[in-house]
Nanobody, 124 residues
Framework: QVQLVESGGGSVQAGGSLKLSCAASGRTFSTYAVGWFRQAPGKEREFVAAISKSGQITYYAESVKGRFTISRDIDKNAVYLGMNSLKPEDTAVYSC?????????????????WGQGTQVTVSS
């Protein structure tokens, strides 16, 4: 069992930066891949970024590539999403999710555990 708690969301102006954190409980978290997904009001959930269990493989949605960076700290049982050059269209609830087989994926259906999410609001 893995429990995930996101933090770091907030309100920023366009061009600003935020760093989201996904803190996990459970000693086996290091064996899980982790993904970040977001959902804006009235829109479907979409993939943002994912990182493999080793941290050596990362994937990004085209819309965030070059602006967002996913990373993990095995010792702290945490995964981070650094977000730079934020745009109003990045406004959404951001959630992290854990995938037990350790393979980073953009498919939300592959993920076994989800956090509650943290709100990110970018104003123009």
């Amino acid at each position: 069992q893995v429990q995930l708690v996101e933090s770091g969301g907030g309100s920023v102006q366009a061009g600003g930066s935020l760093k989201l954190s996904c803190a996990a409980s459970g000693r086996t978290f290091s064996t899980y891949a982790v993904g970040w997904f977001r959902q804006a009001p009235g829109k479907e959930r979409e993939f943002v970024a994912a990182i493999s269990k080793s941290g050596q493989i990362t994937y990004y949605a085209e819309s965030v590539k070059g602006r967002f960076t996913i990373s993990r700290d095995i010792d702290k049982n945490a995964v981070y999403l650094g977000m730079n050059s934020l745009k109003p269209e990045d406004t959404a609830v951001y959630s992290c999710a854990a995938e037990r087989w350790g393979s980073a994926s953009d498919n939300a259906g592959r993920y076994d555990y989800w956090g509650q999410g943290t709100q990110v609001t970018v104003s123009s």
